[in-house]
Nanobody, 127 residues
Framework: QVQLVESGGGLVQAGGSLRLSCAASGRSLSGFVMGWFRQAPGKEREFVTRIRWSSGATTYADSVKGRFTISRDNAKNTVYLQMNSLKPEDTAVYFC????????????????????WGQGTQVTVSS
């Protein structure tokens, strides 16, 4: 099990940028898959992006491709989500998630594929 703490959310105008951080404790993230999901009021939790810690391979939802970037810092055991060109429809609570397994044939784009979750951080984009 790993403990995840997100930070960096806030209120920003459309077109602005935010960087979210997810600090992990409890064990090294080597061999993990780390994901970012978001959930808007009244909607299901949706996939944003994920990174395979060992290889650095990334996948993005079409809605954020070209605007968001996921990255990792091995020394800090932290994953980041850089969000640029934010839109009002990006408004949601953003969650960091961890999967202790990294299987090639698994997409890691669904919430059920993750074991541990952070508490979430609110991102609000005003028009």
């Amino acid at each position: 099990q790993v403990q995840l703490v997100e930070s960096g959310g806030g209120l920003v105008q459309a077109g602005g940028s935010l960087r979210l951080s997810c600090a992990a404790s409890g064990r090294s993230l080597s061999g993990f898959v780390m994901g970012w999901f978001r959930q808007a009021p009244g909607k299901e939790r949706e996939f944003v992006t994920r990174i395979r810690w060992s290889s650095g391979a990334t996948t993005y939802a079409d809605s954020v491709k070209g605007r968001f970037t996921i990255s990792r810092d091995n020394a800090k055991n932290t994953v980041y989500l850089q969000m640029n060109s934010l839109k009002p429809e990006d408004t949601a609570v953003y969650f960091c998630a961890a999967s202790a397994s990294d299987r090639v044939y698994v997409s890691y784009t669904r919430p059920v594929q993750y074991n541990d979750w952070g508490q979430g951080t609110q991102v609000t984009v005003s028009s």
